[in-house]
């Protein structure tokens, strides 16, 4: 993830994050249901996808904890 997409992502609201999870989390979904029947063409984007997926609850975390990070 580049940084402007970092801090798209820092500047979304609390709703827009968890619409985001959602997604990223039916992606993942998707992504290793098509690993498990072998038709996964790029492994990789499974890491991609779950680091995603860390990015955004930090930033939930940081919100709700009342973090600012430049």
Request: charged share 45%; net charge positive.
């Amino acid at each position: 993830m580049k940084a402007t997409e970092l801090k798209a992502l820092r500047e979304k609201t609390r709703d827009e994050l968890e619409q985001e999870l959602r997604e990223l989390k039916g992606e993942l979904f998707k992504l290793r249901f098509q690993h498990a029947t072998n038709q996964l063409e790029n492994p990789n984007k499974l890491k991609e996808v779950k680091r995603n997926i860390a990015r955004v609850k930090t930033i939930m975390r940081e919100m709700e904890l009342g973090l600012k990070r430049n």
